[in-house]
Nanobody
Framework: QVQLVESGGKLVQPGGSLRLSCAASGFAFSNYWMNWVRQAPGKGLEWVSIIHGGAGITYYSDRAKGRFTISKDNGQNTLSLQMNSLKPEDTAVYYC?????????????WGQGTQVTVSS
């Protein structure tokens, strides 16, 4: 079955960097789009970034653009999110999610999430 397991979340100071990873299994990684979606405390889900598992096409939200970089390793079936210049408002649970198309409402599967806290 599909499994998405995130890791790498932790407490980091404002201005710091963090790299999140998502280990994917149970499906053909290169055939799907892979997303990062986050949920801040008390708020709704916010889409962050997406990459096609095969072609490597990427898109970012305006808030992520220029600070975050999404990448993939097809050999390891791993998705990553490099986050730089972190701000307190980046504090959230970050989820890895697999979608059929580059559209958030086509998300098929979710990971359990990893907590990122940006605070001094």
């Amino acid at each position: 079955q599909v499994q998405l397991v995130e890791s790498g979340g932790k407490l980091v100071q404002p201005g710091g960097s963090l790299r999140l990873s998502c280990a994917a299994s149970g499906f053909a990684f290169s055939n799907y789009w892979m997303n990062w979606v986050r949920q801040a405390p008390g708020k709704g889900l916010e889409w962050v970034s997406i990459i096609h598992g095969g072609a490597g096409i990427t898109y970012y939200s305006d808030r992520a653009k220029g600070r975050f970089t999404i990448s993939k390793d097809n050999g390891q079936n791993t998705l990553s999110l490099q986050m730089n210049s972190l701000k307190p408002e980046d504090t959230a649970v970050y989820y890895c999610a697999k979608s059929q198309f580059a559209l958030p409402w086509t998300i098929l599967d979710w990971g359990q999430g990893t907590q990122v806290t940006v605070s001094s």
